[in-house]
């Protein structure tokens, strides 16, 4: 009776083990993309962070980004600014979006 319980119990258990979410909570609310840069306007600015508006990659619409402005200390940026914003690659989905900003160039 006690091998029965046994190897039904590893019969259950072990899908269930097996179909678990692998995936890191930290992780849940990213997106990767590929592209690791994207151009924008700058629609506020508080301190060194900044509020840009830009399609941040293909296929979706146009949303709010904040960046970091201190990555570049040699501009000065202003609201208006159309900027070039260099990122790792990783979109953390919040509302509005953040990303780790490794640059930002003023572009024409």
């Known amino acids: 009776m006690t091998r029965i319980f046994k190897a039904l119990a590893i ?20 997106i990767k993309t590929e ?11 508080n301190d060194n962070r900044a509020l840009v508006s830009a399609k941040v990659y293909e296929g979706n619409p146009e949303s709010d980004v904040f960046i970091d402005l201190s990555v570049n200390n040699a501009e000065t940026f202003q609201v ?16 509005p979006a953040q990303i780790n900003t490794l640059s930002v160039v003023l572009v024409d």
């Open 11 to 30: 019969i259950v258990l072990l899908p269930i083990i097996g179909c678990s979410n692998s995936i890191a909570s930290s992780e849940e609310n990213e």
């Open 80 to 95: 208006g600014d159309k900027v070039k914003v260099g990122f790792e690659g990783i979109i953390k989905e919040s509302n």
């Open 35 to 45: 592209s690791s840069s994207f151009t924008g306007t700058i629609k506020e600015i």
